[in-house]
């Protein structure tokens, strides 16, 4: 039963770091595959997401058997953002074992310590996409591009002696029973796009990378305050365009301009989870067909990100966004929609929502501890 924590080095090594998650989650229900082809490319040396990071992936032994894995890893430019000397630790995946789970953190805190950073906080993707363990929804199979996590790594934590930095809640509008814009909503948005004069369009296939890169340069400035956010390059953008190309739904990634002037965006993305749950993380030999023919029937959507520049905060700019979302969704027959990574004290984004008629469906906990 003895365990021990050693460094990726090897191909071979990678390999395992990759697999692991498919032997951890091997009798949970709810656990959604990702596509080994694209988790081959998130931990390639040719990530644009690791260009700005100094990192160590981990593996976890017992008795000569992979139960574990942990990256960590100081992000260059989260560090020069925010100002502190904060290391990260995410892949983390572990087997029900708190002195497992000691090793594994004890090796990241170390090798984060010997790099000068102060604290680690985590679990926090490199490619800061997916953050916190959840701690709330255990139920509910994640939609695309958000964690999911056995419950007990939660206990791990607290055992380790993790504090909660922040939660992250995630928000679900069931529109299986119909669903109707409340009548004063509709006067407001009237109202709001005659006022200032917005209007709010839908991405442009036909010059794909000049939209994306209108969506970067408005993410940067209209987030860039919030907490947690590291900025995106051009790069990571490209790839994440790239990544997304043959599943977005261009109908429903959105630009708000006033006179031409980008002022906002919305990225919703098709819940493709519910597509690709049952091919095991494999596209050959038949995958692919089940992928692309199984794309026309989703019906489950997340709203991954929304921002408004400074400029036109606090105008009720983000009604259009969902004024238009409900008008290009509605005839698609959607049954849930999902509003993520909403800040757990960020009341002027959660109040809309709340008011549309979502309700909180799932909390994911953000956790740190000193070095």
């Given at each position: ?19 692991l ?16 082809t694209?988790e081959r ?47 990260s ?146 790069e ?36 493709v ?19 692309f ?79």
């Open positions: 039963m003895a365990f021990s924590v050693h460094p990726v080095e090897t191909k071979r090594d990678l390999e395992t770091f990759i697999k998650p498919y032997w951890i989650y091997r009798d949970d229900k709810n656990w959604v595959p990702p596509l080994l694209e490319k998130k931990f390639s040396k040719k990530n644009p997401s690791l260009f700005h990071c100094d990192y160590q992936y981990f593996l976890l032994f017992q008795d000569g058997k992979a139960v574990g894995r942990i990256v960590a890893f100081v992000h260059r430019q989260a560090v020069e953002h925010w100002k502190e000397p904060v290391g630790f995410g892949c983390y995946e572990c087997i029900d074992n708190v002195e497992a789970s000691k090793l594994l953190l004890d090796a990241a805190r170390k090798w984060l310590k010997d790099r000068g950073m102060v604290c680690m906080r985590g679990p926090w993707d490199f490619d800061t996409k997916e953050y916190g363990f959840v701690v709330k929804g255990f139920d509910l199979q994640p939609m695309v591009m958000a964690p999911y996590n056995p419950q007990y790594y939660n206990s791990q934590m607290e055992a380790y002696g993790m504090k909660k930095v922040k939660d992250l809640l995630a928000y679900h509008l069931d529109c299986r029973q119909g669903y109707n814009l409340p009548e004063r909503f509709l006067k407001l948005t009237d109202r709001i796009a005659e006022k200032y004069g917005v209007k709010v369009r839908s991405l442009n296939m036909k010059q794909l990378e000049k939209d994306v890169k209108i969506i970067v340069d408005l993410a940067n400035e209209c987030t860039a305050p919030n907490w947690g956010y590291v900025p995106v390059t051009d990571e953008a490209h790839a994440i365009a790239k990544s997304m190309k043959p599943i977005v739904d261009p109908d429903i990634v959105m630009i708000a301009e006033v006179d031409g002037k980008p002022v906002g965006y919305l990225i919703v993305f098709p819940d989870n519910t597509v690709i749950k049952d091919l095991n993380g494999r596209l050959l030999p038949f995958g692919f067909l089940k992928f023919f199984g794309l026309k029937k989703i019906r489950q959507y997340r709203v991954w990100a929304l921002g408004v520049i400074p400029e036109y905060q606090r105008k009720a700019i983000d009604t259009l966004f969902y004024r238009r979302l409900y008008d290009v969704l509605y005839p698609k027959g959607p049954t849930i929609v999902e509003a993520n990574y909403v800040l757990e004290d960020n009341m002027a984004m959660s109040n809309p929502i709340l008011k549309l008629g979502f309700k909180e469906a799932k909390r994911y906990r953000v956790y740190e501890v000193g070095i």
